[in-house]
């Protein structure tokens, strides 16, 4: 682990250094990042898997019921013009 000057030995860093070096910023944001990287995907799809079929139903509701008036209007027109 590169550490200042590009130093990874304890004996030649200084105080700071090994302070620096002994918090493990770079692993910690390793394992931080994979774990985001695991967590976000499960979360999302999670919350898609409850989301997702309200959404899709209200969806397919209101295009149902757009359906329904465009072949009501349709059936309605067809029938004023058949008499």
Known sequence: MAIGRYRDVPADMDDVEREVAAAQYPEG???????????????TVEALLVLAPILCGVA????????????????????????
């Open 29 to 43: 944001g390793l394992v931080l990042g994979l774990g985001m990287g695991i967590v976000l995907p499960i979360v």
């Open 60 to 83: 397919g509701f209101v295009l149902g019921r757009r359906i329904r008036d465009y072949e009501i209007r349709r059936r309605r027109a067809e029938r004023s013009a058949g008499e």
